[in-house]
């Protein structure tokens, strides 16, 4: 508490200090003393701030209009209503069926579809397809949309749009999503039973079918408990499957042995795409091991008597077991030197290949076409169909493999591979071959719990 004495004695301080002993301090004093007056009497006088419980309040009501029901559906009733259905074409669909699934009562929208060269490949659509469609309420056709096959893996997306009084239809190519599958299978019965409960695609299996076939005869060599592993490309549209590509990678435990392959393309040199070992040696052998892809050995490469004559001779071939009209393939490129019919042999064709080598192919029911003396064939190319034409007692081909136009068993003798990569192409090889090895070895069986994804 502030006493006389106190304030007597601060007051004379204060004097003291404002007075000082020189000028210069004394106007120093004074500022100070001035601005802490100010100071204190602007906050003496500082209106307080109200409370907000004690302002007023104030309640403003305003009624607002409805519409009516009744105008309401009225004025739905005077708008064109749109509707949009989609579909999947079923086997056996015929234009009428589908249109009718998707509400469209339009006659002159199938007429046009009927008519027209690009919209007429909706009537071409495969089961499965998706087909969109906006109809009105009176099930006229606004516009119909749908994606068709143009060969070669090309996918076009189909557009049928009213416009005036008609419709045109337009097309435009659409991109591909592409992925990575990978699956495994085991040997139970055949390979494509065995690729079914994989879930592989019938193309993939006999992609496989002919990365392995100058090793394995698929109707004589596969064994219950083989095991095989794949790796494919995939194509997808909106998250939609389209189809099945090149097989990337195969492996196949056939018995004791095992088969790797694995598809290499260099950019940089035209046409060099092909199927290798993981040493890089190309697996393209000059000769397919059977010139069909799945049938059975009814008759060897020995002595033996004849089913007709009764008499014991040489069987200078191979009889593969077949429904006619099996198709046979060269077993490998070549021209054809004779296309015709010979005696025992029925319809016939000898394929020349390069040196020493040619092979026969008889008992044939007919020819492929444009197979005439002097065409050039390619390995695996259909040269004709399985028959009993000439000396046969039953549906069969007679396979002879020739060497300097001497027969050879063409299930023993030794066949050369392609030549192997270069030295450059060999370390692009590699970064694929490593991949590829990876992913084997995730499929590999001590593996089977891992869940493999498509990216």
Known sequence: MFTLNKLLSASSASKKLLLGSSRKTRIVSASALLLAVCAFGAAGVAPMAPDADDLPIKSITQELQLPHLADQIAALDTLQQNYISEERVRSGDTLATLLNRLGVDDADASNFIKSDAIARNVMQLKAGKRVQVQTTEDGELNWLSSTVGTGAGNLKNIEIRREGKGFKATEKAIALEK?????????KSSLFAATDAAQIPDNVASQIVDMFSTNIDFGSDLRRGDRFNVVYETFWQ????????????????????????????????????????????????AFLKSPLEFSRISSGFSVRKHPISGLWKAHKGVDF???????????????????????????????KHWSKYSTAYAHMSRFATNIRKGSKVSQGQVIGYVGMTGWSTGPHLHYEFRVNNEARDPMSVDIPNAQPLTAAQMQKFRTVATDMTHRFALLSPENSNVRLAAK
Do not use: C
């Open 179 to 187: 992925r990575i599958e990978m699956r495994s299978g085991e040997i």
């Open 321 to 351: 077991a077949a429904a006619i009209g099996t198709p046979i393939r060269a077993s490998g490129d070549g021209v054809i030197d004779f296309a015709g019919t010979q005696r025992g042999y029925g319809n016939v064709v000898i394929i």
């Open 238 to 285: 909106n998250g939609e499957y389209v189809y099945a590509g090149r097989v990337l990678a195969g492996e196949f435990m056939n018995g004791p042995a095992t088969y790797q392959s694995v598809w290499f393309d260099d950019p940089s040199v035209a046409s060099s795409g092909g199927y290798y070992g993981f040493d890089g040696k190309s697996l393209k052998k």
